[in-house]
DNA sequence: GGAACGGCTAAGG
DNA sequence: GCCTTAGCCGTTC
């Protein structure tokens, strides 16, 4: 309702239930651009609301982080999601377990 | 208005 | 399992 496309991602990603997780592709998907996974992350890279938008629930398509915030965050990003409740494995997450199926 | 960049994805080696 | 190449998209300078 915001306009830009960016605030749909933050939409979505703020609509992520705790303890389980999402890939850029997905949310792109989810708002009609299946193919502007890479937006979704340039979005995010630009989240002017990094505690609103947990842009750490944001994983790739293999379940891997990606990164966050440059990549010195990525670990910090790990930490979250184990905080709520998701098993981060070498900077990785069991996307068949966590994986939001639905947004 | 145009060019460059980025937290991507999929496929191949 | 990791790296490379090519394609797509939106934001930012």
């Known amino acids: ?17 705790e303890g ?3 890939t850029y592709g997905d949310i792109a998907k989810a708002m009609g651009r299946p193919r502007a996974a890479r937006a979704v992350g340039a979005a995010l890279r630009a989240n002017p609301h ?38 981060v494995k070498d900077g990785r997450v069991d996307l068949s377990k966590y994986r939001v199926r639905k947004l």
């Open 50 to 87: 990094p505690i609103v938008v947990p842009c750490h629930r944001a994983v790739m398509a293999d379940g891997k982080l990606g990164g966050y915030g440059g990549g010195s965050g990525t670990p910090k990003k790990v930490k979250l999601l184990r905080g709520e409740g998701v098993a």
């Open 1 to 17: 309702v915001s306009g830009t496309f960016a605030d749909r991602v933050y939409e979505l990603v703020s609509r992520v239930p």
């Open 20 to 22: 389980k997780v999402t």
